[in-house]
């Protein structure tokens, strides 16, 4: 499998000064009063001494589970000294003079939080594969802000060390601190333990996060049955109450949520130097700071009392939680050089296809309440792109506002609209022919498959969207989108009189009328094509979307149909009805993701095998052969009145039991179980 690099291309620099890469990245080289009022947020300052930064408020990460979720040892070594253990940590060392017994004791009383009554917790770990971790953890975007390892080359190869522009979020010594459980618990979400959003929840299935948590912690075989679990502490009640006061002295409540009896209350600041400011001070929270970062604080504090308007609020909240690590705001981040090839996605579109959208004007481009779905994780319309947007939680909360005031524009709304010359406008008979290059709701278009356009009256303002269409290459430079209003003049003057304002108001009424579709798509889609099993299986492959380009489809006779994942060696989907429709997967240039065209689709959970290949038996039913654990496992599905058999057979090896899993909507009806043989009938009702 592959293991995770020792040395990592641009880890956290071994230094002890905290990082807040947006002031690294954006504010270092020349300490600012802008720089200073992100520090004095994200480092916390603002939970101890108050003000209003216009920035959401950092915390720290919840207690009540912490002595369950990482390891003794390492979280007393942690809170003696957090940047010793995690090199740039923001967590400043407030125990500085502890000493074992207080250590001790501080551990019990966060082992007292745990709650009384815990859920049930998942179910055990069977089986991790580190390798598809590796991919996983270099292409969804998580070296956008962590560092890439060494161990995985993207297609244009690995970038020199000189290209990195700041350092990376570290990840510190992860199997010190985890259990392959513990991690892969945090990697699926965050929130639930950084409710703040610094570290952000990245939509996946569990298998993803165990197979990640298994590359960066390095484990070796794919049984996670064998992996050390962390220990929880059980609370001595005199320990804890000798806790309980460390923790009320060293004032943890400020930055984490703990119950009232150990409130910190806020502290005045008097002056602008010394205190936490000091390299050497005695007294209080120690920081490491660098220069930069002193001479920032100092800025901002001589001017504490002014508040951020709110194009300055909504740039530094973007810089606090790293969304620029993405996207580029007014010719500003976006990934450096060296984290650029690891964004990946459809290069039939250039760059627009592989990178994330600007945020420049976007407060000025989206409707607000499309804005803040997107914020909290919703409204995707770039599928294409391999890098998934996270969710922020509670932290997004105000940033929409922020970027609709910050990039206010002038109200334009369009007066009435031919929705009939938008139809035209958009199709390819006579109009733009925009549906050859964009989606049109679930149609695929002609050629490259560009973002959905059968939404933009509910996603984008009509102001943002005139002055796009007429030049788009001046909001994104590099788009291969090109301008059929160039100038401002119509490229078509026989529809509508060539009149620019009305045919692109013609446009937006019939998206927003959503009364058919262009006229262009072909109308032998659902029909002349589509596959009927007759007399025997079928079997198509296919981009099927929830499955993936390496999608089995086996269509049978009875009616119950399967798409089997020949990637990872697992099925994927299952539906009652029509089996599929292979116009496009035939026929197309730029294939895209179909789906099937039955009823009832049930998915199974992501597969945990390596794919062999498959055969075919006399009568046509498929048997895939895929590897788990290095035992090789056949899986023959064969279709049953209303439904499903599948046949699960292996050669026996101690220790070993191959992972099966069900689809959650159906519960099969295990038949006589044998020595590596099993047998599962599936049945829709």
């Known amino acids: 499998m592959i293991l995770r690099a020792a040395i990592l291309l641009a880890g956290a620099a071994l230094v002890a000064e905290p990082l807040v890469t947006g002031f690294e990245r954006?504010?270092?080289a020349t300490p600012t009063a802008e720089g200073g009022r992100l520090l004095y947020n994200e480092l916390g300052c603002v939970n101890c001494h108050g003000g209003v930064t216009g920035l959401p408020a950092p915390r720290g990460p919840a207690l009540a589970t912490v002595t369950q979720r990482v390891r003794s040892e390492w979280l007393r070594r942690f809170v003696a000294d957090p940047a010793a253990v995690h090199p740039g940590a923001v967590m400043p060392q407030v125990l500085a003079r502890a000493d074992a017994r207080t250590l001790d004791a501080v551990e019990h009383y966060l082992a007292s939080l745990r709650p009384k009554a815990e859920p049930k917790g998942p179910a055990k770990?069977?089986?991790?594969?580190?390798?598809?971790?590796?991919?996983?953890f270099h292409t969804m975007g998580c070296v956008a802000c962590h560092a890439p390892g060494q161990d995985f080359v993207p297609p244009e190869g690995a970038p020199k060390a000189a290209e990195f522009t700041h350092r990376s979020v570290g990840l510190g010594d992860l199997k010190a601190k985890h259990s392959l459980d513990s991690l892969g618990a945090f990697i699926l979400d965050p929130l639930k333990v950084r409710t703040d959003g610094r570290m952000p929840k990245v939509a996946m299935e569990r298998q993803d996060a165990i197979d990640i948590a298994g590359y960066l912690l390095a484990f070796r075989g794919s049984d996670g049955r064998l992996d050390e679990p962390v220990v929880p502490v059980v609370a001595d009640k005199t320990l804890a109450l000798a806790g309980r006061q460390a923790v009320l002295a060293a004032r943890c409540a400020a930055c984490h949520d703990l119950p009232e009896d150990v409130a910190a209350k806020p502290v005045a600041l008097g002056k602008i130097d010394g205190g936490c400011l000091d390299a050497d001070h005695v007294r209080g929270p120690r920081y490491a700071l660098a220069e930069p970062q002193r001479a920032a604080l100092k800025l901002f504090l001589a001017r504490k009392g002014e508040a951020a308007a709110p194009k300055l609020a909504a740039e530094l909240t973007l810089q606090a939680l790293n969304c620029v690590a993405c996207h580029e705001r007014d010719g500003q981040g976006g990934p450096d050089a060296a984290r650029k090839p690891y964004f990946q996605g459809d290069h039939n579109l250039g760059d627009t296809g592989r990178y994330p959208p600007p945020l420049t004007g976007v407060g000025g481009k989206l409707r607000p309440e499309w804005l803040a779905k997107v914020m909290a994780g919703g409204n995707r319309v770039r599928p294409y792109l391999k890098t998934r947007m996270p969710q922020y939680g509670a932290s997004t909360a105000e940033l929409a506002k922020l970027l609709g005031?910050?990039?206010?524009?002038?109200?334009?709304?369009?007066?009435?609209?031919?929705?009939?010359a938008g139809r035209k406008l958009l199709g390819t008979q006579g109009g733009a022919g925009c549906i050859t290059c964009h989606r049109w709701a679930d149609r695929p278009s002609l050629g490259i498959q560009g973002p959905d356009i059968s939404n933009i009256a509910s996603r984008l303002q009509e102001g943002w969207l005139k002055e796009y269409l007429i030049n788009p290459a001046g909001y994104r430079p590099g788009t291969l989108m090109p301008s059929f209003w160039p100038g401002g003049k119509s490229f078509n003057p026989s529809i509508l009189g060539g009149d620019t304002d009305k045919q692109i108001a013609a446009i937006y009424k019939?998206?927003?009328?959503?009364?058919?579709?262009?006229?262009?798509?072909?109308?032998?889609?659902?029909?002349?094509?589509?596959?009927?099993?007759?007399?025997?299986?079928?079997?198509q492959r296919a981009f099927l979307d929830g499955v993936g380009v390496r999608a089995i489809l086996v269509g049978f006779p009875t009616g119950v149909h399967l798409a089997y994942d020949g990637d990872q060696g697992g099925p994927g989907l299952a539906w009652k009805g029509r089996f599929f429709d292979a116009y496009l997967t035939w026929f197309s240039r730029f294939p895209t993701f179909e789906k099937p065209l039955g009823e009832r689709v049930v998915a199974w959970p992501k597969p945990v095998g390596r794919f062999l290949g498959y055969r075919l038996d006399a009568h046509g039913n498929p048997t895939f052969l895929n590897e788990q654990g290095g035992v090789k496992v056949e899986e023959t599905f064969e279709g049953v009145a209303g439904g499903l058999r599948r046949i699960v057979t292996w050669i026996p090896a101690p220790g070993f039991t191959p992972a099966i899993h069900h689809p959650p909507e159906l519960a099969p009806t295990e038949g006589p179980a044998a020595a590596g043989r099993r047998v599962f009938t599936y049945l829709w009702k």
């Open 26 to 28: 954006f504010h270092a």
């Open 125 to 136: 770990i069977m089986h991790v594969n580190g390798g598809r971790g590796g991919e996983l």
């Open 405 to 420: 005031a910050a990039d206010a524009r002038a109200v334009l709304k369009f007066a009435g609209g031919d929705d009939t």
């Open 510 to 539: 019939f998206a927003e009328s959503a009364n058919g579709e262009p006229e262009g798509f072909p109308r032998n889609r659902h029909g002349e094509f589509e596959i009927v099993p007759k007399d025997r299986p079928v079997v």
